[in-house]
């Protein structure tokens, strides 16, 4: 049976008219999921066909993956598909490519219900050993226009996760050789130091090679005065595998003049503007989870279980 199941957004243009919550009893969901009702999306990518459900957009174009493509999506010749190699749960995940000279590995995106301004992703990614994933930009929020090297003046805001290869030292490598990845976020927002987006580095973190990694963050908008004043209060969080490794809370995302809300979930895998991939590489992305609270980390594939995190009422917050 499909395990994909979201919040059903009933989309009639690029953006998200209406929600409704997951049912609890979905089958298929994560058993610390299945009772709460905040969950606004769930992706376990079990089907071959799960581009084809009316949620999946195509970042760039705007429109649903299934009128873009025939068959299983494929961004400059880099394929994605359903395999049962690897995975958290269930009985597959999905598996990325880059190609050789090229820019993308995936460019889709989830339109998120009109009005969302905290939000909480959370994804397991896993970069196989021997293999390289060149620096570049992940999963992640946006609203706005895409950010092409321009400074945000409250019109835009884009955050995505960012794996850049390391060695045992530390050392950046972008040959391959390395064996784990530095986290950080790659961000645009209204006080950037300059054109072009943010480097923000979590602290201590890191994705091994050959172990799948949980990757969880939260953004949550800036409030915004009269006369389109932006506050310094927006909110970016980052956890790895349930520890909290960043925390940000003096951001300005957007003024209202043109955004004042989180648009959409970017599934992106990313390296440019310029630079391309220098050879073949390819990972994993499975149990893609979209809150409005907390998530935590799926516990044990085996024994079914997940990790119960209580909320804090900071986080409870409505923005």
């Given at each position: 049976m499909i395990r994909v199941f979201?919040?059903?957004f009933f989309l009639c243009s690029t953006a998200a008219q209406s929600a409704t919550i997951l049912q609890p009893q979905a089958p298929g969901i994560e058993p610390a999921l299945a009772g709460r009702d905040?969950?606004?999306a769930w992706e376990g990518f079990e089907s071959g066909d799960w581009w084809k459900a009316s949620w999946w957009y195509d970042m760039v174009r705007g429109i649903?993956?299934?009128q873009r493509f025939t068959s299983a999506p494929s961004w400059e010749s880099a394929q994605t598909s359903v395999t049962e190699a690897d995975k958290v749960s269930g009985n597959s995940a999905l598996r990325f490519e880059k190609a050789a000279n090229t820019h993308y590995g995936m460019s889709a995106k989830i339109p998120l219900p009109s009005g969302t301004r905290n939000a909480f992703l959370r994804y397991y990614v896993k970069v196989p050993a021997g293999q390289a994933k060149p620096a570049g930009k992940d999963w992640g929020f946006h609203s706005g226009p895409e950010a092409a090297g321009t400074k945000p003046a409250g019109e835009?805001?884009?955050v995505r996760s960012k794996l850049i290869e390391t060695n045992s030292r530390g050392d950046v490598v972008t040959d391959g050789s390395g064996d784990r990845f530095k986290v950080a976020f790659y961000v645009y927002?209204?006080?950037q130091p300059g054109s072009y987006g943010e480097t923000l580095y979590w602290t201590d973190a890191w994705v091994m090679k050959g172990e799948w990694a949980c990757i969880e963050m939260q953004l949550a908008g800036n409030k915004v005065s009269s006369g389109n004043v932006a506050n310094k209060d927006g909110i970016l969080r980052g956890w790895i595998n349930g520890n909290l490794k960043y925390e940000r809370t003096n951001l300005r995302w957007f003024n209202g003049t043109r955004i004042d809300d989180i648009e959409d979930m970017d599934a992106f895998i990313y390296t440019g503007g310029s630079n391309v991939v220098p050879f073949n590489s390819y990972g994993y992305i499975d149990n893609v989870v979209i809150a409005k609270n907390r998530i935590g980390c799926y516990n044990d594939?085996?024994?079914?279980q997940a990790?119960?995190?209580p909320v804090p009422k900071a986080l409870l917050l409505k923005r």
């Amino acid at each position: 049976m499909i395990r994909v199941f979201l919040a059903c957004f009933f989309l009639c243009s690029t953006a998200a008219q209406s929600a409704t919550i997951l049912q609890p009893q979905a089958p298929g969901i994560e058993p610390a999921l299945a009772g709460r009702d905040d969950i606004i999306a769930w992706e376990g990518f079990e089907s071959g066909d799960w581009w084809k459900a009316s949620w999946w957009y195509d970042m760039v174009r705007g429109i649903p993956l299934s009128q873009r493509f025939t068959s299983a999506p494929s961004w400059e010749s880099a394929q994605t598909s359903v395999t049962e190699a690897d995975k958290v749960s269930g009985n597959s995940a999905l598996r990325f490519e880059k190609a050789a000279n090229t820019h993308y590995g995936m460019s889709a995106k989830i339109p998120l219900p009109s009005g969302t301004r905290n939000a909480f992703l959370r994804y397991y990614v896993k970069v196989p050993a021997g293999q390289a994933k060149p620096a570049g930009k992940d999963w992640g929020f946006h609203s706005g226009p895409e950010a092409a090297g321009t400074k945000p003046a409250g019109e835009l805001l884009s955050v995505r996760s960012k794996l850049i290869e390391t060695n045992s030292r530390g050392d950046v490598v972008t040959d391959g050789s390395g064996d784990r990845f530095k986290v950080a976020f790659y961000v645009y927002h209204m006080d950037q130091p300059g054109s072009y987006g943010e480097t923000l580095y979590w602290t201590d973190a890191w994705v091994m090679k050959g172990e799948w990694a949980c990757i969880e963050m939260q953004l949550a908008g800036n409030k915004v005065s009269s006369g389109n004043v932006a506050n310094k209060d927006g909110i970016l969080r980052g956890w790895i595998n349930g520890n909290l490794k960043y925390e940000r809370t003096n951001l300005r995302w957007f003024n209202g003049t043109r955004i004042d809300d989180i648009e959409d979930m970017d599934a992106f895998i990313y390296t440019g503007g310029s630079n391309v991939v220098p050879f073949n590489s390819y990972g994993y992305i499975d149990n893609v989870v979209i809150a409005k609270n907390r998530i935590g980390c799926y516990n044990d594939a085996k024994s079914d279980q997940a990790i119960s995190i209580p909320v804090p009422k900071a986080l409870l917050l409505k923005r």
